[in-house]
């Protein structure tokens, strides 16, 4: 993935990429586990 | 070779930043999304009763389920909690101009690794603003997701314009390196990138499909795909 030849732009793309799905993935998890249902 | 490539990637993003800026001052198609998103943000930042919420009713009477897995917002009530300023004031000015700059890289990177030609992804960028400033948009309130404009670019302030302008780029750019790679880990991002652009923008897991379909569907992205063809 982080391949060497990657330009240093691709290489941000792809730690954006993997930040925001983490982010985004992890806020959905933290919602469903962490909310009163009653807030749902 | 490269350096004039990359000079334009450069003048690029920064043109992003102030067109995004500017547009900023504008409201097009998805406003209301907008005062829905800050509205739910508020909520979940300062816990306000349900049953007085408009945004919530709205979403109990149209049955948007996936507002209940909706992890962005709940990123977003979390900054506006911790940082202790208003949700108007992180999403509707200060979103687009923090990060409008990733959607022309988003861009580089796919054509990037469609091509493998830094000087055609490069070019590719061009056409993009070129065509994104041409492109016109339908007035806030009138017709049409399936017709995007310019948000498909310059605007980053609702969960719709994120998921097109920004991750929609971003999965297929990892789609297509998991094609050329076929290496494990990047079917892990894949997975990971296209999840959230499930969690974000979606009635339901539809969307993980939907996602090639919402690309062509948007103006800006199929004029500058049949442009891309006849330019490589």
Redesign the interface.
């Known amino acids: 993935?982080l391949h060497t030849a990657d330009?240093l732009?691709?290489r941000?793309?792809?730690i954006?990429?993997?930040g925001?799905?983490?982010?985004?993935?992890?806020?959905?998890?933290?919602?469903?586990t962490l909310v009163p249902p009653?807030?749902? | 070779m490269t350096l004039p490539a990359y000079m334009l990637l450069a003048g690029v993003c920064l043109l992003f930043i102030g067109i995004g800026w500017e547009r900023n001052h504008l409201r097009f198609d998805g406003y209301e999304d907008q005062t829905l998103l800050v509205s739910l943000t508020d909520w979940w930042a300062n816990k306000v009763p349900p049953e007085n919420l408009v945004s919530r009713n709205i979403g109990e009477v149209n049955a948007l389920t996936y507002w209940s897995t909706d992890g962005m917002t709940y990123v977003l009530a979390t900054w506006v909690w911790s940082g202790g300023f208003s949700a108007v004031q992180l999403i509707w000015y200060a979103l687009t101009p923090l990060f409008v700059w990733l959607v022309p890289l988003a861009h580089f990177a796919l054509a990037l690794q469609v091509t493998k030609r830094e000087d055609t992804a490069a070019a590719a960028l061009g056409m993009t603003l070129i065509l994104a400033l041409t492109t016109s948009n339908s007035i806030s309130g009138g017709s049409g997701s399936l017709a995007l404009g310019q948000e498909a670019a310059f605007q980053l302030n609702t969960l719709r314009t994120f998921s097109n302008a920004l991750i929609l780029p971003l999965a297929l750019s990892a789609f297509f390196a998991l094609l050329r790679t076929q290496e494990r880990r990047c079917l892990v991002a894949t997975a990971l990138i296209l999840l959230a652009l499930a969690l974000v923008h979606p009635p339901a897991p539809t969307s993980m499909f939907r996602g090639v379909f919402s690309f062509f569907s948007s103006r800006l992205h199929a004029s500058l795909f049949i442009l891309f063809c006849f330019y490589t």
């Open positions: 993935m330009p732009a691709v941000l793309i792809w954006a990429t993997c925001l799905g983490v982010t985004i993935v992890s806020g959905a998890v933290a919602r469903l009653r807030y749902m």
